[in-house]
């Protein structure tokens, strides 16, 4: 029999060899028709003339995960339970081949195993995986606002322990093949050219062996065993899910439901029973696919997998290859994006700074995040000297006569800029890409001095780089489609993902900050206590307040990149004099341990009191926390709907991905542009005008907004690269 998504053999020995290949995709994940043709897949494997199974893939991942498109059928939550139900008792079949057929199910895992990728492998008696960088095992549901729903919640812990389980699931965090390995979700690891081979000799030997003769060598350590007395008895449960509950608090502040029903559908399993825990799983399933923040999360999901094929221009412009990258500067910055250039993009790097000290430090930042992925076995010893061999260092131009691309990582100073443009034009080839990465001062006015200036970009990457995941392309009138697709790619192969951006002062992402700060002074200036701001910002799901982020940006930058928006868009984004008074008394924030906080040896203590007295302020009032909330985040969306108006931005997804991923923007919201669709434009308008008529002209509502709001339209259903024109 053939099959649409399946290649079935069945050797001499009664062997099924069952490979998933999904008809039409680049990659297995979990939808109807998978899960239709499995059913019937099934029908064969229980047939006499089958022994055993290994069930593997015929693509390079075993199975991703499932589908989230197939969500958009769930209409009610009864259709959700109902279509859970169904890939329940389809896993369950699988199950029983090996628990009550007696026939050994071996799931031979090579590449993602994710999700219902997990939950179908942890159906079989044995799991094999490659020792492949590759490959991964998780249920990151919490991710998309969502839960494991095809037993992941019941089966995961059941199998590698109550404490391992509950990190798994509740954290989202996938374990590679030695952790793995170690907890006992797989059985053995094995090079991936081998896989097959192990899996079949492995179900061969399983055929006659009973379930308890197969012992798996688990981790025998003090803490381990410690952790197994734990799990015996209900007090040391209760501790820890406590722990688990406590964790999750602290990490998520409470405003993602999905691991809370997570845990609770664990516990429910522990103390009643897998039938129960199975039951309240799917109920919350279910009941969180239809929550705002599974909404927002599978949005932020979609756009991202977007701009993967997106290459940042309308033409069939094709990037450039690039082989070699210079960086000019060695500081945080510069050693970053080298580091992540060489590392994960696996170009050859130079470094470029006025002395050896510089180049140094440069090196020095790339030598160290190479350590650490040796440390964590990312990489071998062999691999370390193949990647430390790509970069290079020196205080001259030598060696840039074939530089493909430059990267410019210095002080925000114009003057000095130029001056690097120049010097890099005048020792390059023509087609030699020039690219700042400056976070506010216009690429045009960086490009004035080009003879060139197609060929200048911005690239605009977020400190610490090899941290943060946005990188921000931004391109000017002059700028060569080329060049922008060159820049996006190899944003894409340093691990980022990317936004086009037109230019323009702040461009998007410090754009959207400045009111952000902006009206925090304002708050300050009407009585407002720096923690009652901060807190209020925080507890709306922001990761740090606005006034925290100055001083971890630098209260000295950020006072410069206030000027350039006070310049360049008048009394809408200047604040209140008060600000000047910081700087004047030499605050910077954490990098000089003086700021609006309190800083001992690098750490952060309580708010600076002494700052009210520096800034010329009084006695703090009590500001309410909804007001606070209202102003700082309704400023920060409506100059988001601005830039989408200007043409800044190519889309509101953009918008919304930059917001997210660059200034932290919470997640669970989905961006500026979905919290706008989801407030309702009119509401957003209305508040606008009410704000505007309380304080002034910074709060008048962008006419984008007050159009929608007319045309009864949403951010979600309008082709806006089109409309931008950019």
């Known amino acids: 029999m053939t099959y649409d998504n399946f290649h079935v053999d069945i050797d001499e020995s009664g062997v099924a060899t069952v490979l998933m290949d999904r008809r039409g995709e680049s990659m297995n994940t979990l939808g109807v028709e998978l899960l239709q043709e499995l059913d019937t897949v099934i029908d064969r494997l229980e047939a006499d003339d089958v022994r055993a199974v290994v069930l593997g893939s015929a693509k390079k991942d075993f199975l991703a995960g499932a589908d989230i498109r197939m969500f958009a059928d769930f209409k009610t939550p009864d259709d959700a339970i109902t279509g859970l139900q169904e ?20 799931m031979a895992i090579h590449g993602a195993c994710l999700g219902g990728g997990l939950e179908l492998a942890l159906t079989g008696s044995m799991r094999v995986c490659t020792s ?10 919490v991710q998309l606002g969502l839960i494991p729903g095809a037993g992941g919640t019941q089966r995961l812990p059941a199998l590698v322990g109550l404490a391992a389980g509950l990190e798994m699931v509740v954290g989202g965090r996938p374990a590679r093949h030695r952790k793995a390995r170690k907890i006992g979700l797989v059985d053995e690891v094995v090079p991936p050219e081998v896989l097959l081979e192990v899996a079949k000799r492995r179900a ?29 008895n209900p007090a040391g449960r209760k501790v820890l899910f406590k722990k688990a509950w406590d964790t999750m608090m602290k990490e998520t502040k409470g405003h993602y439901p999905a691991p809370k029903r997570a845990i609770e559908a664990v516990q429910i399993g522990v103390d009643q029973g897998r039938e129960a825990g199975v039951a309240a799983e799917i109920r919350f399933f279910a009941e969180l696919v239809f929550t705002t923040e599974s909404h927002a999360l599978r949005s932020i999901f979609f756009a991202t997998q977007e701009l993967k094929a997106d290459t940042g221009v309308d033409s069939r412009a094709r990037a450039k290859d690039v082989d070699r990258v210079a960086v000019l500067g060695g500081g945080l910055m510069g050693g970053g994006i080298a580091a992540v250039t060489g590392i994960n993009a696996g170009k050859n790097v130079r470094i470029k700074e006025v002395d050896n000290a510089g180049v140094g430090r440069g090196l020095a930042h790339a030598n160290k995040l190479i350590a650490k992925r040796a440390k964590r076995r ?6 370390v000297d193949q990647v430390r061999y790509r970069f290079t260092g020196s205080t001259t131009w030598d060696g840039f006569e074939n530089t493909d691309l430059v990267i410019e990582a210095v002080f925000e100073n114009l003057e000095l800029k130029q001056s690097l443009l120049k010097e890099v034009e005048a020792m390059t080839d023509d087609d030699t890409i020039f690219a700042s990465n400056t976070s506010s001062i216009p690429i045009a006015d960086i490009a004035a001095a080009s003879s060139r200036p197609h060929t200048v970009v911005g690239m605009h990457y977020f400190s610490p780089v090899e941290k943060m995941p946005l990188l921000e392309v931004i391109v000017t009138d002059d ?3 080329w060049v922008t697709a060159t820049a996006v790619q190899v944003g894409k192969e340093q691990g980022k993902t990317v936004i086009v951006v037109h230019d323009g002062p702040g461009f998007y992402t410090s754009r959207v900050l400045a009111p952000f700060s902006v009206e925090a002074g304002y708050l300050l200036e009407e009585g407002a206590s720096v923690e009652a701001i901060d807190t209020a910002i925080t507890d709306w799901g922001f990761p740090v307040g606005p006034l925290l982020l100055g001083d971890e940006v630098g209260l000295d930058v950020a006072a410069h ?6 310049d360049a868009f008048g009394p809408r984004l200047t604040g209140p004099d008060i600000m000047e008074a910081l700087v004047e008394d030499g605050r910077k924030g954490r990098k000089n341990g003086r700021g609006f906080y309190l800083y001992e040896n690098g750490e952060r203590g309580g708010v600076d009191d002494s700052v009210y007295e520096v800034m010329g302020l009084g006695e703090r009032s009590t500001i309410p926390k909804d007001e606070i909330q209202e102003r700082i985040v309704l400023a920060f969306i409506n100059e988001a709907a601005r830039c989408l108006e200007d ?10 991905i930059g917001a997210v991923f660059g200034v932290g923007y919470p997640p669970f919201r989905g961006g500026p542009f979905l919290t706008i669709d989801e407030m309702g434009m009119a509401t957003v308008v209305e508040r606008l005008e009410a704000l505007e008529a309380l304080h002034g002209e910074r709060f008048a509502p962008a006419q984008i907004l007050k159009d929608h709001a007319e045309a009864g339209e949403t951010f979600r259903h309008r082709d806006w690269r089109k409309a931008a024109d950019v």
């Open 87 to 106: 890939i329940h008792r389809i896993f369950n079949r699988i199950e029983a081949l090996s628990a009550e057929a007696g026939k050994p199910v071996v």
């Open 479 to 481: 700028t060569a489609d």
């Open 132 to 141: 492949s960088a590759k490959t991964q095992l998780g249920q990151p549901e």
């Open 561 to 566: 990149v206030a000027h350039i928006m006070r």
């Open 204 to 232: 061969i030997e399983a055929i006659d062996a009973a379930p308890s003769d197969r012992v798996i060598a688990l981790n025998v350590s003090t803490s381990n065993l410690q952790r197994l007395a734990l799990e015996k």
């Open 378 to 383: 990312r990489m071998s010893d062999f691999e």
């Open 647 to 656: 043409g800044v931005l190519r889309s509101p997804r953009d918008g919304d």
